[in-house]
């Protein structure tokens, strides 16, 4: 997996600052307090505060971490330019600053949670977060694991269609979604079937 697109999601860089340290619940309420506040005020004041406070934290986590936060820029600059021009001729260009600062700043704050927080921590969290289910018969450990697994395959699907977009261009195809679109299925599902032998030698899952 290219460190390029763990980065782009978020992949954990071990430290020892203040939010490294910080509890899994305080980080959590950071993102749902940055939520609330781009979407109850939309105001360009309050996209780009709650923008310099994600760059705030990012710093204080550390160089390491910092140097991680224009990932999404350098992978999804043109998706943001694109919605900033569109709200823009739509509605108005403050309006197009204010959603994509605090739509940016939302993004950044859910990657910082997992820059800084151990897998073995989020699963523990989501497992907790999740004890609601045993009420209707279900499984928090499933719960956490299914979302810790999803969160793995996407940087893993992202490298793999990155790896065969440069190999078809190096034979001169080009980046054609028809030809690509049946090495990515096959390369997804045998990353899913990897997973699923993993689990299964370690007696998670039945092999039926």
């Avoid at 390029?4 to 340290?21: D, E």
């Avoid at 509890?23 to 979407?39: I, Q, R, S, W």
């Avoid at 719960?143 to 699907?157: H, Q």
């Avoid at 078809?168 to 054609?176: D, L, P, S, T, V």
Wanted: aromatic fraction near 6%; proline fraction near 6%.
């Amino acid at each position: 997996m290219s460190a390029s697109h763990q980065m782009l999601l978020g992949h954990y860089l071990p430290g020892t600052s203040p939010v490294h340290r910080a509890p899994l619940l305080a980080k959590y309420l950071v993102v749902v307090l940055v939520g609330t506040a781009v979407l109850a005020f939309r105001v360009p004041a309050v996209g780009l505060g709650t923008l310099a406070l994600g760059v705030g934290l990012f710093a204080l986590a550390g160089p390491r971490v910092l140097r991680a936060w224009a990932a999404p820029l350098r992978q999804l600059w043109w998706i943001f330019a694109i919605l900033g021009i569109y709200q823009s001729i739509l509605n108005t260009p403050l309006f197009a600053l204010t959603l994509v600062s605090g739509m940016l700043a939302v993004i950044q704050c859910g990657r910082l949670v997992l820059l800084t927080t151990t897998q073995a921590a989020l699963l523990d969290g989501l497992e907790r977060a999740a004890a609601p289910v045993r009420l209707v018969g279900g499984s928090p450990a499933t719960i956490a694991l299914a979302v810790a697994l999803m969160l793995r395959s996407i940087p893993a699907i992202a490298t793999s269609v990155q790896e065969l977009s440069d190999a078809a261009r190096a034979r001169g195809i080009g980046r054609n979604p028809a030809t690509l679109a049946a090495p990515v299925v096959i390369n997804t599902v045998a990353y899913a079937q990897r997973t699923a032998d993993a689990l299964a030698a370690r007696g998670i899952m039945e092999r039926n």
